[in-house]
């Protein structure tokens, strides 16, 4: 009878497990315009994907992906994961690109390595200078980069946190404090704050904000504000990695407490066809003066083949 239950107990556990589809593709970059952070559709004016693995020119690329842009005078800049092919693994490094308009992008080269993987490249201005937290969970840690000659040079600055595995760290500005979103495990969400951004940085109270839901833990783009309210991207990782992006409204924040709201629809999804037919997972999106937002979005699917 105990053997019996062992066994049933085994069963009971699988079933409640995730269902882990197996997906083949690559990673590719396109861009996105909408009316709003949560209503981003394809652009006839970019040429999806507007960065494959072929543009890069510095290395032999297997894919590219997370990416994150800013607008600089009148250029916008593009930073973004570029997976090198090597005979000893492969590793991540970030990667640059620019455009005049937002729509016809041109590849100009690898901006940051290091010795461990780099992904996720969060870049963000904070008074004259830029800054970029790239996720490097390889080496436990979130550490925090400054450009020196932007968008060419980066030195590192601070090492903000240290001992977990984080991942795709998404950090933002609130009522005169810093807040950063962060990652273990594809499952697990967790909130700090810090008064400077050098720190210290100090988990939130109710952190963990989530646990053991691979559907809504992984931060997947940035944190922007629309309508008076924060909005927070997170990557469905359910079924298999990088599924979709789901945003969520954040209706408190403060020292002691968090609250949120899920929106009915995913913000970014697989198309069935093409370059993101099979999933998305990160979106970067930005208001424009006309009032339309513009988002550099990544897709999984044929890579990007022309």
């Known amino acids: ?6 066994r049933l107990k085994g069963l009971v556990f699988k079933s409640n497990r995730p269902r882990r589809e197996k997906v083949h593709g690559k990673w590719s970059i396109g861009i996105f315009t909408g009316t709003s952070p949560f209503d981003l559709s394809a652009d006839d004016s970019a040429s999806n994907p507007v ?5 890069v020119t510095d290395g032999q690329a297997n894919f590219v992906a997370d990416p994150f842009m800013v607008h600089e005078g009148e250029t916008w800049y593009l930073f973004f994961e570029v997976d090198m092919i090597r005979p000893e693994g492969n590793i991540g490094k970030i990667g640059l690109a620019s455009s005049p308009d937002g729509f016809a ?3 100009v080269g690898i901006v940051l390595e290091a010795p461990y993987h780099l992904s996720y490249p969060y870049v963000f201005k904070h008074g004259d200078d830029y800054f970029m937290i790239p996720e490097t969970r390889a080496d436990r840690s979130v550490h925090l980069y400054r450009a020196t ?9 601070k090492t903000l946190l240290a001992g977990r595995r984080f991942a795709d760290t998404s950090i933002f500005r609130h009522d005169d404090r810093w807040w950063l979103f962060t990652d273990s495990g594809n499952t697990t969400l967790r909130l700090f704050g810090a008064a400077e951004l050098g720190g210290p940085w100090k988990e939130h109270p109710r952190s963990p904000l989530i646990r053991k839901n691979p559907s809504i833990a992984r931060p997947g783009g940035r944190v922007v504000t629309h309508d008076g309210q924060l909005i927070r991207f997170a990557q469905d990782c359910y079924h298999h990695y990088g599924d979709k992006v789901w945003g ?3 209706s408190e924040l ?18 069935g066809a093409g370059w993101n037919r099979s999933g998305m997972h990160t979106v970067d999106p930005h208001l424009l003066a006309d009032g339309r937002w513009i988002a550099c979005v990544d897709g999984f699917g044929d890579g990007g083949a022309r």
């Open 254 to 271: 403060t020292r002691k407490t968090y609250r949120e709201e899920k929106c009915p629809q995913p913000v970014l999804q697989a198309s």
């Open 51 to 55: 960065i494959r693995a072929a543009d």
């Open 1 to 6: 009878m105990q053997a019996f239950l062992s």
């Open 248 to 250: 969520f409204s954040i």
């Open 105 to 107: 992008w041109t590849y």
């Open 149 to 157: 000659d932007f968008p060419l040079r980066w030195a590192h600055a």
